[in-house]
């Protein structure tokens, strides 16, 4: 795994936001004077001490519902990375210092920074309260009065919400990333994919009622997106598989040979195939069924 | 993904760097001396036109090193040029070609003249073009984005002032911004500011 990219060692780091223009997205670059590149620094050793405090790395998951500060990473090579990745790929960002003259526009602001090494880092936050000064009226104390503060001021978080590295994408913010990343597009988009590669897995489960479900459902298009990037369906055992769906609700009919899931049940089903459904009989004769809202292999995250 | 026209910025910046451009010419011109204006006036005039833009170039290029205000450039292909001192030297003479006739209409016609050549050299952005550059060993060369996929990248075609005698396909460059598309490449560059890391 490329070391950690050493903030302190960046000879160049630059500042800029990403501007929504009605249809279309695009992020430049806005000169910053030596003080506001320090305080970009701190903000990334801030995101890194925040994500250790949040507890052990975890691969992200995009069926997973996350608390608002996590410790979680993805590999550039995922298909989810694709938009951060074309943003800390991106080369010669036009330089717009006027981009910030309707900070209206304004959906997030980044850090690119590079070393002498040619590595690179990119971080990346919403710009919720950075928006947020903007509608507020701020007030400071001259002499020994309050008033208003008329300039423009634009506050910087403490932190960023994640960050790019060689290494892949250290996600402190879930909802941040997921925003800037443009996932729930991405995801949707991808249902088609996502269903057409489970079908060589699962022959015996008619999944085209699933696939037009998911199309329309994005929390059913991330299950799906979650099942194909665990890569747990390969030998998965029909019966076994139908039996589950029966001791946990599951609505299911088979039809010459293919199990068909009834309309009402396609997030469940989901849920048995995403491992999140599952069934316990601690006591006897009285078997339980649950839903996980999270869940993780043992012996591998905990 | 077509990016939205933008016009570029620092109207004053690149109006003084203009005239740092275009300040051999009041050197031309205090030494020809007017018939008109007596040699006191127009030295003055000639001495701090020549100053003011150049110690303001010197003060923009200091300022970018202190505050570190610099970009990364990847190189697409980069295009030397030099032809561009034929369009250089001829803004620097058209001005001084009736200075000759001694009339106050040859005057305003002469002044008419430079305020053309201020103004195509502003509006075009061949603000980078400046003999002292040149006298300091730099050359110039425009910069064209790298063909990429990439709808992010940036697509516009920027200057790059540098003493490199050849910039290659593929160079990383990083230098310091005079204008939205002037970028200089020092000859050495600051050491970085180094924090100490969050406990």
Redesign the interface.
Same mark, same amino acid.
């Given at each position: 795994m490329p070391a950690q990219f050493d =903030? !302190?060692? /960046?000879?160049?780091?630059?500042f800029g936001v990403g501007l929504d223009?009605r249809k279309?997205q695009?992020?430049v670059?806005v000169?910053?004077?030596?003080n506001v590149?320090?305080a970009l620094?701190?903000m990334v050793?801030?995101t890194r001490?925040e994500m250790k405090g949040a507890g052990d790395g975890a691969d992200y998951d995009p069926g997973e519902k996350y608390s608002s500060h996590e410790n979680l990473r993805l590999p550039l090579s995922s298909e989810l990375a694709s938009h951060i990745l074309?943003?800390h790929?991106? =080369? !010669?960002? /036009?330089?717009?210092?006027?981009a910030l003259s309707d900070p209206t526009n304004v959906f997030c602001y980044f850090t690119r920074m590079?070393d002498k090494k040619?590595h690179k880092l990119s971080a990346i936050r919403r710009a919720t309260t950075f928006k947020g000064v903007l509608k507020s009226r701020l007030v400071q104390f001259s002499t020994d009065a309050l008033k208003l503060v008329e300039d423009k001021i634009f506050k910087l978080d403490r932190d960023f919400d994640f960050i790019v590295e060689e290494s892949g994408i250290q996600i402190l913010r879930p909802a941040g990333f997921e925003f800037v990343g443009a996932l729930e597009g991405a995801i949707l988009a991808a249902v088609d994919k996502n269903a057409n590669s489970l079908k060589a897995d699962l022959p015996f489960v008619d999944l085209e009622s699933i696939q037009s479900y998911a199309k329309q459902h994005p929390r059913a298009a991330r299950y799906l997106a979650s099942i194909r990037t665990q890569q747990e369906t390969k030998n998965i055992n029909k019966a076994k598989l139908k039996a589950l769906c029966e001791s946990t609700g599951v609505k299911v009919t088979e039809v010459k040979g293919k199990l068909q899931v009834e309309d009402g049940s396609v997030m469940d089903f989901l849920g048995v195939l995403d491992r999140r459904l599952y069934q316990v009989e601690l006591i006897k004769d009285s078997p339980e069924s649950f839903r996980a809202a999270s869940r993780s292999r043992i012996g591998q995250n905990g | 993904?077509?990016?939205?026209a933008?016009t570029e910025?620092?109207k004053i910046a690149r109006l003084l760097m203009v005239l740092s451009s275009v300040s051999p010419l009041f050197v031309l011109w205090a030494i020809r001396g007017s018939s008109l204006v007596p040699d006191s006036y127009l030295l003055t005039f000639c001495l701090l036109l020549v100053i003011l833009p150049n110690f303001f170039l010197w003060l923009r290029i200091e300022g970018a090193k202190?505050?570190?205000?610099?970009?990364?450039?990847?190189v697409g292909s980069a295009e030397d040029h030099r032809d561009h001192l034929l369009v250089y030297l001829f803004a620097m003479l058209v001005p001084l070609y009736p200075i000759d006739a001694g009339t106050w209409r040859d005057l305003a016609a002469l002044i008419a003249a430079f305020g053309f050549v201020i103004f195509l050299f502003w509006h075009l952005n061949l603000h980078y073009m400046n003999i002292i550059f040149a006298i300091r060993g730099y050359r110039v060369f425009t910069?064209l984005?790298?063909k990429?996929d990439?709808?992010?990248?940036?697509r516009?075609s920027?200057v790059l002032v540098t003493p490199r005698t050849n910039v290659l396909p593929g160079d990383?460059i990083?230098a310091y911004?005079l204008s939205?598309?002037v970028f200089f490449e020092a000859k050495e560059?600051q050491p970085?500011?180094?924090?100490t890391?969050?406990?």
């Open positions: =903030v !302190n060692a /960046a000879e160049l780091v630059e223009e279309t695009r992020y670059s000169p910053t004077d030596v590149k320090a620094r701190e050793m801030a001490t074309k943003i790929s991106a =080369v !010669n960002l /036009a330089v717009e210092p006027k590079r040619g | 993904m077509p990016h939205p933008r910025g620092l202190k505050h570190q205000v610099k970009s990364e450039l990847i910069i984005p790298p990429d990439n709808p992010l990248s940036g516009t920027l990383r990083i911004r939205d598309t560059c970085n500011l180094t924090l890391p969050l406990n």
